[in-house]
């Protein structure tokens, strides 16, 4: 049976940092500009002086510096909003949910870019006050570009403009059905849109928090039925892919280097390391990815080897086939007090059989703190379930399906994992 868990019905920001299992976490949301390296070594030294070094990349593209003392944390505010990483005001935050294509306006020949439309999109939602009603997990994507879209994020509602003369509104990820609309009128519809959302999740008790369970439980045509709007339904199917995401990735004679950690976390030390190698090497902004990485513009070819030799000793992920992107694991204890063990120790020992993996370009192995299964819900070739009891290991499922096997340590549940190699084949 699945463990309760505490719903927290809020996201963390810098003014209303979260207490968690190892202090405070305080979440930044970088402007859609980005962030210098210079800013990037200010946030490491933050984190160093006021919090404990750990410092994750989030799958919407922001940033958090965790365990941070509260008695410090007035500190901490005080050297971000020194350092220009924060308005010295709550309300400068950014409020809404809006995520852009990291290679936002490089599109040949497209007319809008997604940055612009956010930052309209951002105001109109405050001139409506919405944003203080939209649950805090409510995402909305804005897609501009073919490569490195945004389709395999999860959206409530995306706006999509990658192809050209073509604006469409794809509601909870279905693609299959998208709303093409005339694009002056697409904000404007994305506002009836939420309206028509949150009046509907009012009369539910606001137990729908994201728009896929609203659209599976009513049908997306009763949801649009109010509204001057309607689904095509397209013949082709649409499965969205996921670029290669890192290394060298070169789109319309522009070239990026992506870099990654390990599951997205950093140390400060090697958060500042990477960072200082930027500033010597005179780069400006950097872009961060919902696949939890940098994305580093490049602007002498040339350049680009001597960088990657160097950001590659700071054993940070600059390949898509490096085997420890198979592994994904959650904050674990003591960064999480839902969590009823450590997680990094256990991506530690599974990344020794990252060799058996056969296609490091999924996801082979998820490990979970608890059957919440926060940083992956849906199955996986292996999941590995920490439990009052133990382990428990869970073949082509959730964190919270059946266990194919329990241990009560890890070295039982490895001792397994080794006479049973070909777990670990992908679903
Ligand atoms: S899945 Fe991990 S991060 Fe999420 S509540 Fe459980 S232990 Fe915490």
Request: glycine share 6%; aromatic share 8%.
């Amino acid at each position: 049976m699945a463990q309760m868990h505490e719903i927290k019905g809020w996201c963390p920001t810098a003014y209303r940092p979260m207490a968690t299992g190892d202090g405070l976490l305080l979440r930044l949301t970088p402007k859609r500009i980005g962030l210098s390296p210079q800013q990037l070594v200010a946030i490491a030294e933050t984190s160093l002086e006021f919090g404990n070094g750990q410092i994750d990349l989030t799958q919407r593209a922001n940033l958090q510096i965790r365990g941070i003392d509260p008695d410090h944390y007035s500190k901490a505010l005080t050297s971000l909003i020194k350092r220009g990483l924060l308005g010295s005001e709550e309300a400068s935050e950014y409020p809404a949910n809006i995520l852009i294509s990291p290679l936002s306006s490089l599109e040949k020949n497209t007319r809008l870019t997604a940055r612009g439309l956010a930052d309209e999109l951002n105001k109109l939602l405050l001139q409506n006050k919405l944003t203080e009603y939209l649950p805090s997990k409510f995402l909305f994507c804005i897609n501009d570009c073919t490569r490195l879209s945004l389709y395999s994020v999860k959206s409530d509602i995306l706006i999509d403009l990658s192809e050209e003369g073509k604006t469409s509104l794809i509601l909870a990820n279905d693609y299959q059905n998208p709303i093409f609309i005339e694009h002056q009128d697409c904000l404007a519809s994305v506002i009836e849109l939420i309206k028509r959302f949150l009046e509907l999740s009012k009369q539910n008790n606001f137990i729908f928090r994201r728009m896929h369970s609203l659209i599976e439980k009513i049908g997306i045509n009763a949801f649009l039925k109010p509204l001057n709007l309607k689904t095509t339904l397209l013949n082709k199917e649409f499965k969205p892919k996921k670029d290669a995401y890192l290394g060298l990735i070169s789109f319309n004679d522009n070239h990026f280097i992506g870099v990654s950690g390990p599951s997205g976390a950093w140390k400060a030390e090697q958060l500042r390391s990477f960072a200082q190698i930027l500033v010597q090497h005179k780069f400006q902004n950097l872009q961060l990815t919902p696949w939890r990485s940098f994305l580093i513009p490049i602007y002498d070819f040339r350049q680009r080897l001597r960088l990657l030799e160097e950001i590659n000793q700071l054993n940070l992920i600059t390949r898509q086939d490096d085997p420890r992107l198979a592994l994904i694991a959650c904050p674990g204890a003591p960064k999480c007090s839902q969590a009823y063990g450590n997680t990094e120790e256990v991506l530690e020992k599974f990344s020794s059989y990252a060799s058996f993996f056969s296609s490091p370009k999924e996801i082979i192995v998820h490990i979970s703190g608890c059957t919440k299964g926060c940083v992956k819900g849906d199955p996986t070739p292996l999941t590995i379930t920490l439990t009052d009891q133990g382990y428990n290991l869970i073949k082509n499922g959730r964190a919270d399906n059946k266990a194919l096997y329990q241990s009560r340590t890890l070295d039982e549940l490895d001792h397994y994992v080794k006479n049973n190699l070909n777990i670990l084949e992908p679903l």
